[in-house]
């Protein structure tokens, strides 16, 4: 599980993370606590899968 911050309500939760081997790509994903959309690009740096969560109106 990899913790993302929501760009809309800014809480923090986590998300489960692509296999390393399917980085790098976007997720399509409800924030837990506000279920405002988002999309969560995840890559991966030094053999660690990063991911970053984006707002729709970015
Ligand atoms: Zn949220």
Known sequence: ?????CPTCFEEFEVQAPHI?????TY???????????FINFWEEDDE?????QGLAD
């Open 49 to 53: 899968i990063i991911a970053h969560a």
């Open 21 to 25: 081997t399917e980085v790098p790509c």
């Open 28 to 38: 399509d994903y409800d924030c837990e606590i506000c279920c405002r959309p988002m």
């Open 1 to 5: 599980m990899i913790p993302v911050t």
